[in-house]
């Protein structure tokens, strides 16, 4: 008899920008490492080759101003791709996905900070996810004022040269979430990176351990 796939468990990771993501994402990955699973590593907008040229399109600063509603439907373009040609196929081979930012990105940035709010947005997710959410998401917060010194001297993309205000709506439209659906895990991000990135890991090691323990 053939051996049973199980589905593959989708992590992401979210927050506002200057909150500590990247360094963030590699203590999930190791705490996965150290339980011996396999998991595929990735980000939005992105993931694909296609993905990868629409994100291009969404960060990179132009003359021509980008529309609220094209921002969205590339962001949801380039989701669409990335489901389909990395995301579904992986889980259902029972292989772990992280990913740098899926949806509840959209719903903080262009419903809530873009203004754009949140029927719009609660269509495409339908039509493009058909179901898909991730299973454990990790939301780092922080004050934006605080990110935003964080990051002032790097260069900015576009999506990073919004004032303030809209990273406080940013920030607002995630917490929002977190309040609204199990999966979402807050960590605060104003602590020592230390801290933080052993909040990261326990939260993974501690979910790693109820799925171990549901599938016996
Ligand atoms: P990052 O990879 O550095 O996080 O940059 C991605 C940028 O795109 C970041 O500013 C957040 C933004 N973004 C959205 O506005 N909506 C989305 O759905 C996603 C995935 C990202």
Known sequence: M???????????????EGVGKSSNIECVCKALDARGIA???????????????????????SEETLTAKSELLLMFA????????????????????????????????????????????RWLE??????????????LDLDPQI????????????MEQEALRFYEAVRNGYLERAGQFDRFHVIDASCAMDDVARAVTECVDRYVSRVEKAIG
Not at 95 to 119: M, N, P, S
Not at 126 to 139: A, C, V, W
């Open 2 to 16: 053939e051996s049973e796939i199980r589905p593959g468990k989708f992590i992401t990771l979210e927050g506002s």
């Open 39 to 61: 998991y595929f590593r990735t980000r939005e907008p992105g993931g694909t080759e296609i993905a990868e040229q629409l994100r291009q399109l969404l960060l990179q600063p």
């Open 78 to 121: 380039a989701r669409s791709q990335h489901i389909e040609q990395q995301i579904l196929p992986r889980l259902e081979q029972g292989e772990w996905v992280v990913c740098d930012r899926f949806t509840d990105a959209t719903f903080a940035y262009q419903g809530y900070a873009r203004g754009l709010g949140l029927q719009p947005i």
């Open 126 to 139: 339908q039509f493009i996810q058909e179901g898909l959410n991730p299973d454990l998401t990790i939301l």
């Open 147 to 158: 990110a935003m010194q964080r990051i002032a001297d790097r260069p900015k993309d576009r």
